[in-house]
């Protein structure tokens, strides 16, 4: 009974959505719009949920002494002190600014820097696993990107910078990221009808 | 020491041991040893009876132990005790019963203290001749039973296993004895039976020269024949009534046929009350010129049953009879034999058992006669008539009368025995009754004569087929052809070895006269050439079945091959005269050598190869393999610190120089341009919706990349309004507003707002585009922010005057593309991304869309160009040029390496499989 419920809601719903942009008429128009609102109220209680289960999943794990758990208490005191700070002071407050720019900034650009060095020495060593004719394309549109996407130190190479380059971006990038767009709505498209038909049922049941 | 052999195995062992200390049989038996055999004429042997004690039951010892305690109790009048004959009845002495011979087995009592106890007294008596006087008293211990048959030999007598229900019935209850007096209980079946030898034609059958032997008569075997014998010796007719009126009539009967010579009428009386079979017996033995015969017959009798044969010139015999038959039978032919006893007597009573020795014994002493009669007057009248064969030349008659009253059965073996004028009628007794012969004997050879049918309407078949002396073998169907000698019997399951030699000696101690002269002589003859060996002798038909299956199979024994002629034939043990018998265990040689069969696998070269190298192969995966520990200085470490190090070098140093030193490229990008124009076509204080859609891993690139257009932006006094699509987003807005923006002096509130955190993703972008103060109904400072002058006019997204996206991900600016456009109605979008999400987005730049893009820190750079105002973009041009450069240096040198070394691996790995 309930995976029915669910069920009908979602089609019902979904079908309220779609209609209302095929049809011009107000009630579809104001249903829709109403759906989606609680759609984007729904969508913050789910952040709200997910901070609540990280919250819940940590501090079970501090409670069981598990491997790392510091690392959780540490997780579960900086939370809560965020918080504390951000209903207290608000988010403009600049101590809170500090916070953010402090530890979060850097962490993830710490991250991302590594990121870089390991992109790097992976495409060094790209040969040594895999040596085939896609991997040296690849291994050649990736350096002749990198080399054309700014003027080198010493000078500017102007077929790289301003014939290749661009070339390779326009054409060769711009062709694949278009069949990829198509195919994402394309599927896109296909999941939102099975969901309607209720074919598929990511909320759950069978 | 002297040795004997064991009749099992064959081994020699000491002289005194009793038991073979190779195969635990016993070497001694206990009765008589079975190398003895009772010729016909032989003394009887002395035995103690001591010796049957053990071979007897346990009940019957606990009688006689009882029996021993009424010794001085008379037996009651008219009632034969199953005990035994009263010993008064017994040959040569009065009539008065012996107060001992209440029990059958009396005389065996009364006979270990005896001096030559060796034969009961009944069967002392039941030879009709009188004992030695000095054997009188031992023998006067006639079982009672006996001595009422003597009693009644001139009575109807009948034979319990002859006779009729009703008659039996008549004679004997269920608490009577077994056998009553002759005087007073006549059964009628044994009136029967002397009836029937009347009427039997046995004296027609028999071809007696003595009109007063009846043809069973010649049929008897010695045993019966000399009961008769023994009965009606001349000098005891007295007694031989008074013997027969004691004992019960079958027995008495057989008293009065034997001793008596004067009483030929009794022979013919005893005969006529004995069955024929039983007449025939006496009729054989008691005849004068048979005396020959008797020997003869005796002769050819087992030797348990030969003692009663013989005639009353053997009394020599008796006494070697006698000593050969156990205590309880010695004493009756001791009783019977006297001094002058043929040497046929003894001899038979060599042969016969010690309980029928007596009874040839007892036969043909002449001056026994009248023990004899006495005897007979106790004993059966089948066993008077036994008595009476041998002591008394005259007493010819009283086989006939014995012959009368036998069984058709036995009257038609006996008749088939040798007749005692024949003489050379040397019938054969069956191997069953021959006993166990000494060695060298021929007891499987024996051929067995069936004796010749008197009355084969009542004979029974088995002893019909008894063989005689004068008709072949072959002849007629033996009827004990289906007899195994004992020589070939197997021992019976339920009798041990010692207790089977013992059984065997005691049969073979005494073999009654009738049986004597069934027996053919060369019973004791050699196996040789004996008719066993013969199978026209022995058909195998003949035997039953279940014995056939027992014997060996001439193909299959004769197959495993005899290394010699003489090594066929068993000598020795219970399965003497065998041929092709398998040889025992220790004796045992394998005919056949074993094949031999080499343990060497037969295997190829390319086998064996093939196995050595297996075994190599498991062997070396058993053999310990050196671990390689890793050096702590990898290639792979040490390339990835070179790299760090580099870049951090040069990606960090040229933020130090005041100037950059990378030169400016003179190209710049289509839409970057179009960003600047379409910033420069706002009008001024126009609202402007800023999205911070990016994470603040990417927020260097995305300040550097987003400040000139917000610069420019601001420049143009644009009333910004943030909105962030993540959750970080509204901080980051912050802080790229007052690290970039500061020179502006922008104020929340006045000049921008925050909106905050946008949820939903597509969906929250969607309802922000239909709905924004809906979507978003934040409140500043208490107050609506949609009612500020921020964010005055705008309801509707297409209230805003450009939209611009700042974007580190390509998910999110295409979700602001695909939910915005239709609501923008023909506002600008603006993309400022990071230079990784830039191909991807450029579809939407070139269907128009996008209004203007600017992509990573070349398009920030050169957007700072084209408005002339340097910013992050202009900074980090030194660093960015630079780490591109050691990027695209270290790809190249690295993947140079990598193909070189590649392609070194492949040569070396094909080298190797080459």
Same mark, same amino acid.
């Given at each position: 009974?309930?995976?029915?419920?669910?069920?009908?809601?979602?089609?019902?719903?979904?079908?309220? =959505?779609?209609?209302?942009?095929?049809?011009?008429?107000?009630?579809?128009?104001?249903?829709?719009?109403?759906?989606?609102?609680?759609?984007?109220?729904?969508?913050?209680?789910?952040?709200?949920?997910?901070?609540?289960?990280?919250?819940?999943?940590?501090?079970?794990?501090?409670?069981?002494?598990?491997?790392?758990?510091?690392?959780?208490?540490?997780? =579960?005191?900086?939370?809560?002190?965020?918080?504390?700070?951000?209903?207290?002071?608000?988010?403009?407050?600049?101590?809170?600014?500090?916070?953010?720019?402090?530890?979060?900034?850097?962490?993830?650009?710490?991250?991302?820097?590594?990121?870089?060095?390991?992109?790097?020495?992976?495409?060094?060593?790209?040969?040594?696993?895999?040596?085939?004719?896609?991997?040296?394309?690849?291994?050649?549109?990736?350096?002749?990107?990198?080399?054309?996407?700014?003027?080198?130190?010493?000078?500017?190479?102007?077929?790289?910078?301003?014939?290749?380059?661009?070339?390779?971006?326009?054409?060769?990038?711009?062709?694949?990221?278009?069949?990829?767009?198509?195919?994402?709505?394309?599927?896109?498209?296909?999941?939102?009808?099975?969901?309607?038909?209720?074919?598929?049922?990511?909320?759950?049941?069978? | 020491?002297?040795?004997?052999?064991?009749?099992?195995?064959?081994?020699?062992?000491?002289?005194?041991?009793?038991?073979?200390?190779?195969?635990?049989?016993?070497?001694?038996?206990? $009765?008589?040893?079975?190398?003895?055999?009772?010729?016909?004429?032989?003394?009887?042997?002395?035995?103690?009876?001591?010796?049957?004690?053990?071979?007897?039951?346990?009940?019957?010892?606990?009688?006689?132990?009882?029996?021993?305690?009424?010794?001085?109790?008379?037996?009651? $009048?008219?009632?034969?005790?199953?005990?035994?004959?009263?010993?008064?009845?017994?040959?040569?002495?009065?009539?008065?019963?012996?107060?001992?011979?209440?029990?059958?087995?009396?005389?065996?009592?009364?006979?270990?203290?005896?001096?030559?106890?060796?034969?009961?007294?009944?069967?002392?008596?039941?030879?009709?001749?009188?004992?030695?006087?000095?054997?009188?008293?031992?023998?006067?211990?006639?079982?009672?039973?006996?001595?009422?048959?003597?009693?009644?030999?001139?009575?109807?007598?009948?034979?319990?296993?002859?006779?009729?229900?009703?008659?039996?019935?008549?004679?004997?209850?269920?608490?009577?004895?077994?056998?009553?007096?002759?005087?007073?209980?006549?059964?009628?079946?044994?009136?029967?039976?002397?009836?029937?030898?009347?009427?039997?034609?046995?004296?027609?059958?028999?071809?007696?020269?003595?009109?007063?032997?009846?043809?069973?008569?010649?049929?008897?075997?010695?045993?019966?024949?000399?009961?008769?014998?023994?009965?009606?010796?001349?000098?005891?007719?007295?007694?031989?009534?008074?013997?027969?009126?004691?004992?019960?009539?079958?027995?008495?009967?057989?008293?009065?046929?034997?001793?008596?010579?004067?009483?030929?009428?009794?022979?013919?009386?005893?005969?006529?009350?004995?069955?024929?079979?039983?007449?025939?017996?006496?009729?054989?033995? %008691?005849?004068?010129?048979?005396?020959?015969?008797?020997?003869?017959?005796?002769?050819?009798?087992?030797?348990?049953?030969?003692?009663?044969?013989?005639?009353?010139?053997? $009394?020599?015999?008796?006494?070697?009879?006698?000593?050969?038959?156990?205590?309880?039978?010695?004493?009756?032919?001791?009783?019977?034999?006297?001094?002058?006893?043929?040497?046929?007597?003894?001899?038979?009573?060599?042969?016969?058992?010690?309980?029928?020795?007596?009874?040839?014994?007892?036969?043909?002493?002449?001056?026994?006669?009248?023990?004899?009669?006495?005897?007979?007057?106790?004993?059966?009248?089948?066993?008077?008539?036994?008595?009476?064969?041998?002591?008394?030349?005259?007493?010819?008659?009283?086989? %006939?009368?014995?012959?009368?009253?036998?069984?058709?059965?036995?009257?038609?073996?006996?008749?088939?025995?040798?007749?005692?004028?024949?003489?050379?009628?040397?019938?054969?007794?069956?191997?069953?009754?021959?006993?166990?012969?000494?060695?060298?004997?021929?007891?499987?050879?024996?051929?067995?004569?069936?004796?010749?049918?008197?009355?084969?309407?009542?004979?029974?078949?088995?002893?019909?087929?008894?063989?005689?002396?004068?008709?072949?073998?072959?002849?007629?169907?033996?009827?004990?052809?289906?007899?195994?000698?004992?020589?070939? +019997?197997?021992?019976?399951? *339920?009798?041990?070895?010692?207790?089977?030699?013992?059984?065997?000696?005691?049969?073979?101690?005494?073999?009654?006269?009738?049986?004597?002269?069934?027996?053919?002589? !060369?019973?004791?003859?050699?196996?040789?050439?004996?008719?066993?060996?013969?199978?026209?002798?022995?058909?195998?038909?003949?035997?039953?079945?279940?014995?056939?299956?027992?014997?060996?199979?001439?193909?299959?024994?004769?197959?495993?091959?005899?290394?010699?002629?003489?090594?066929?034939?068993?000598?020795?043990?219970?399965?003497?005269?065998?041929?092709?018998?398998?040889?025992?265990?220790?004796?045992?040689?394998?005919?056949?050598?074993?094949?031999?069969?080499?343990? !060497?696998?037969?295997?190829?070269?390319?086998?064996?190869?093939?196995?050595?190298?297996?075994?190599? +192969?498991?062997?070396?995966?058993?053999?310990?393999?050196?671990?390689?520990?890793?050096?702590?200085?990898?290639?792979?470490?040490?390339?990835?610190?070179?790299?760090?190090?580099?870049?951090?070098?040069?990606?960090?140093?040229?933020?130090?120089?005041?100037?950059?030193?990378?030169?400016?490229?003179?190209?710049?990008?289509?839409?970057?341009?179009?960003?600047?124009?379409?910033?420069?076509?706002?009008?001024?204080?126009?609202?402007?919706?800023?999205?911070?859609?990016?994470?603040?891993?990417?927020?260097?690139?995305?300040?550097?990349?987003?400040?000139?257009?917000?610069?420019?932006? +601001?420049?143009?006094?644009?009333?910004?309004?943030?909105?962030?699509?993540?959750?970080?987003?509204?901080?980051?807005?912050?802080? *790229?507003?007052?690290?970039?923006?500061?020179?502006?002096?922008?104020?929340?509130?006045?000049?921008?707002?925050?909106?905050?955190?946008?949820?939903?993703?597509?969906?929250?972008?969607?309802?922000?585009?239909?709905?924004?103060?809906?979507? +978003?109904?934040?409140?500043?400072?208490?107050?609506?922010?949609?009612?500020?002058?921020?964010?005055?006019?705008?309801?509707?997204?297409?209230?805003?005057?450009?939209?611009?996206?700042?974007?580190?991900?390509?998910?999110?600016?295409?979700?602001?593309?695909?939910? $915005?456009?239709?609501?923008?109605?023909?506002?600008?979008?603006?993309?400022?991304?990071?230079?990784?999400?830039?191909?991807?987005?450029?579809?939407?730049?070139?269907?128009?869309?996008?209004?203007?893009?600017?992509?990573?820190?070349?398009?920030?750079?050169?957007?700072?160009?084209?408005?002339?105002?340097?910013?992050?973009?202009?900074?980090?041009?030194?660093?960015?040029?630079?780490?591109? *450069?050691?990027?695209?240096?270290?790809?190249?040198?690295?993947?140079?390496?990598?193909?070189?070394?590649?392609?070194?691996?492949?040569?070396?790995? !094909?080298?190797?499989?080459?």
């Amino acid at each position: 009974m309930k995976r029915l419920l669910a069920t009908a809601f979602a089609i019902a719903f979904g079908l309220i =959505v779609v209609l209302g942009y095929f049809i011009p008429l107000p009630l579809f128009a104001y249903l829709r719009q109403e759906i989606i609102l609680w759609s984007i109220i729904l969508a913050a209680f789910g952040v709200l949920v997910g901070v609540a289960n990280l919250l819940a999943v940590h501090l079970e794990k501090i409670r069981r002494r598990q491997s790392g758990y510091i690392y959780s208490l540490l997780l =579960v005191l900086s939370l809560v002190i965020t918080a504390a700070f951000g209903f207290l002071l608000g988010p403009q407050n600049p101590g809170l600014r500090q916070a953010v720019e402090a530890v979060i900034v850097p962490v993830e650009a710490s991250l991302m820097a590594i990121l870089t060095i390991t992109l790097l020495y992976a495409c060094i060593r790209l040969f040594r696993r895999r040596l085939d004719v896609m991997t040296v394309i690849f291994l050649a549109t990736a350096w002749l990107i990198l080399l054309g996407t700014a003027p080198l130190p010493f000078a500017e190479i102007g077929v790289l910078n301003y014939l290749l380059r661009p070339w390779l971006i326009h054409v060769p990038a711009v062709a694949g990221a278009r069949g990829l767009l198509i195919g994402i709505a394309l599927g896109t498209l296909l999941t939102g009808l099975r969901i309607l038909l209720g074919a598929d049922r990511p909320y759950g049941g069978k | 020491m002297a040795e004997q052999r064991c009749p099992m195995c064959g081994k020699p062992n000491p002289e005194d041991l009793e038991v073979c200390q190779y195969c635990q049989a016993r070497l001694k038996p206990l $009765t008589a040893p079975l190398g003895e055999t009772i010729r016909p004429g032989d003394e009887p042997t002395k035995k103690s009876t001591a010796e049957l004690e053990r071979v007897l039951p346990e009940w019957l010892r606990k009688a006689r132990n009882a029996d021993e305690d009424e010794v001085d109790q008379p037996p009651p $009048t008219g009632e034969l005790p199953l005990g035994g004959a009263p010993p008064s009845s017994l040959p040569g002495q009065s009539a008065q019963p012996h107060p001992e011979t209440s029990d059958l087995l009396s005389g065996l009592t009364s006979q270990v203290n005896d001096e030559e106890d060796e034969i009961p007294e009944w069967l002392a008596n039941l030879r009709g001749s009188a004992p030695a006087s000095e054997k009188t008293e031992p023998e006067a211990e006639l079982p009672d039973w006996i001595s009422d048959v003597s009693a009644e030999a001139d009575s109807e007598i009948p034979l319990p296993f002859l006779g009729k229900p009703e008659e039996l019935s008549a004679g004997s209850g269920p608490e009577e004895p077994l056998f009553s007096t002759a005087e007073e209980e006549q059964s009628d079946w044994l009136s029967e039976l002397k009836t029937e030898a009347a009427l039997s034609g046995l004296e027609a059958d028999t071809g007696a020269e003595d009109a007063a032997h009846l043809p069973l008569g010649s049929e008897l075997p010695d045993w019966l024949g000399g009961l008769g014998a023994e009965g009606p010796a001349a000098g005891e007719t007295p007694a031989a009534p008074a013997l027969e009126g004691e004992l019960p009539d079958w027995l008495g009967g057989l008293g009065a046929e034997g001793p008596a010579a004067g009483e030929t009428p009794a022979a013919p009386a005893l005969e006529g009350e004995l069955p024929a079979w039983l007449g025939g017996l006496g009729a054989e033995g %008691p005849a004068a010129g048979e005396t020959p015969a008797a020997p003869a017959l005796e002769g050819e009798l087992p030797d348990w049953l030969g003692a009663e044969g013989p005639a009353a010139e053997e $009394t020599p015999a008796a006494p070697a009879l006698e000593g050969e038959l156990p205590d309880w039978l010695g004493g009756l032919g001791a009783e019977g034999p006297a001094a002058e006893e043929t040497p046929a007597a003894p001899a038979l009573e060599g042969e016969l058992p010690d309980w029928l020795g007596g009874l040839g014994a007892e036969g043909p002493a002449a001056e026994e006669t009248p023990a004899a009669p006495a005897l007979e007057g106790e004993l059966p009248d089948w066993l008077g008539g036994l008595g009476a064969e041998g002591p008394a030349a005259e007493e010819t008659p009283a086989a %006939p009368a014995l012959e009368g009253e036998l069984p058709d059965w036995l009257a038609a073996a006996v008749g088939e025995l040798p007749s005692a004028e024949a003489g050379s009628s040397q019938t054969e007794l069956p191997d069953w009754l021959s006993g166990p012969q000494p060695e060298g004997a021929v007891v499987p050879g024996d051929e067995i004569q069936p004796p010749s049918p008197a009355e084969p309407q009542e004979i029974p078949d088995w002893l019909t087929s008894l063989p005689t002396a004068e008709t072949p073998v072959t002849e007629s169907p033996s009827p004990f052809a289906d007899l195994v000698p004992p020589a070939e +019997m197997p021992p019976p399951a *339920f009798v041990e070895e010692p207790a089977l030699d013992e059984m065997e000696a005691a049969f073979s101690a005494g073999v009654p006269d009738w049986l004597a002269s069934v027996a053919p002589e !060369k019973s004791q003859a050699q196996a040789e050439d004996s008719a066993f060996v013969d199978e026209a002798a022995i058909a195998p038909g003949s035997l039953p079945s279940w014995v056939q299956a027992m014997r060996p199979v001439e193909a299959v024994v004769s197959e495993a091959g005899t290394d010699a002629a003489g090594e066929d034939m068993v000598t020795e043990g219970p399965l003497a005269g065998l041929r092709n018998v398998l040889p025992a265990g220790p004796v045992f040689v394998p005919t056949r050598k074993p094949q031999a069969f080499g343990l !060497k696998l037969q295997a190829e070269e390319e086998q064996q190869a093939n196995a050595i190298l297996l075994q190599k +192969m498991v062997e070396a995966e058993s053999e310990p393999k050196p671990l390689t520990s890793q050096p702590l200085l990898l290639s792979e470490r040490v390339l990835r610190w070179v790299l760090s190090v580099l870049l951090l070098l040069l990606v960090g140093l040229p933020l130090l120089a005041r100037k950059p030193f990378t030169p400016q490229s003179s190209l710049f990008p289509n839409e970057t341009l179009a960003t600047v124009q379409v910033v420069n076509a706002l009008p001024e204080n126009a609202p402007v919706l800023l999205v911070f859609d990016y994470d603040a891993g990417l927020s260097g690139e995305l300040e550097a990349t987003a400040a000139p257009l917000v610069d420019h932006l +601001m420049l143009r006094g644009a009333r910004l309004v943030i909105v962030a699509t993540k959750p970080n987003g509204t901080l980051l807005a912050e802080r *790229f507003l007052a690290r970039t923006q500061s020179q502006h002096h922008y104020q929340a509130g006045v000049h921008y707002i925050n909106l905050g955190y946008l949820p939903g993703g597509s969906a929250g972008i969607a309802g922000f585009a239909q709905n924004p103060d809906g979507a +978003m109904p934040s409140v500043w400072q208490g107050q609506s922010v949609w009612q500020m002058p921020v964010l005055q006019g705008v309801k509707r997204l297409s209230d805003f005057e450009a939209v611009a996206v700042l974007s580190d991900n390509a998910e999110g600016a295409q979700a602001w593309v695909e939910q $915005t456009v239709s609501w923008l109605e023909g506002k600008p979008l603006l993309l400022a991304v990071s230079a990784q999400v830039e191909p991807v987005l450029r579809p939407y730049v070139d269907a128009g869309q996008v209004k203007g893009l600017v992509g990573g820190l070349a398009g920030g750079s050169a957007y700072e160009t084209v408005n002339g105002r340097p910013g992050l973009a202009y900074h980090y041009r030194d660093s960015l040029s630079m780490g591109l *450069f050691v990027s695209v240096i270290a790809l190249a040198l690295g993947a140079g390496w990598s193909l070189l070394s590649a392609w070194r691996s492949r040569r070396e790995q !094909k080298a190797f499989e080459v």
